[in-house]
């Protein structure tokens, strides 16, 4: 059983950055993919960004391409989620996931997820 904490959210002006953290505990972090989604509200949950446990490979949604960077430290049980140039539509509620199913970009395949930290952007 892995359990995920987020942390690091919060209200940034738009253009601004923020850096999230989840820290896993009560399992063999290195051997689980990672990935982050959000929920706005009235949305559904969607990917953000994905990195592999094996050789840390990363993958990103079209929309935060180019301004949000997701890393780990697996001697930390921690993974990052660097967030740039923010945009008012990136507000939502962030979680981490943990998971070991190749198919990363849909919210079933992973199997542990964290309680989610508020990111608001403002204008």
């Known amino acids: 059983q892995v359990q995920l904490v987020e942390s690091g959210g919060g209200l940034v002006q738009a253009g601004g950055s923020l850096r999230l953290s989840c820290a896993a505990s009560g399992g063999t972090f290195s051997t689980y993919a990672m990935g982050w989604f959000r929920q706005a509200p009235g949305k559904e949950r969607e990917f953000v960004a994905h990195i ?19 890393s780990r430290d ?12 923010l945009k008012p539509e990136d507000t939502a509620v962030y979680y981490c996931a943990a998971g070991r199913s190749p ?13 989610g930290t508020q990111v608001t952007v403002s204008s």
Do not use: C, H, P
């Not at 697996?74 to 140039?85: E, G, H, I, P």
């Not at 198919?103 to 395949?109: P, S």
């Open 52 to 70: 592999n446990w094996s050789d840390g490979t990363t993958y990103y949604a079209n929309s935060v391409k180019g301004r949000f960077g997701i």
């Open 103 to 115: 198919v990363f970009r849909i919210r079933q395949e992973y199997q542990y997820w964290g309680q």
């Open 74 to 85: 697996n001697a930390k049980n921690t993974v990052y989620l660097q967030m740039n140039s």
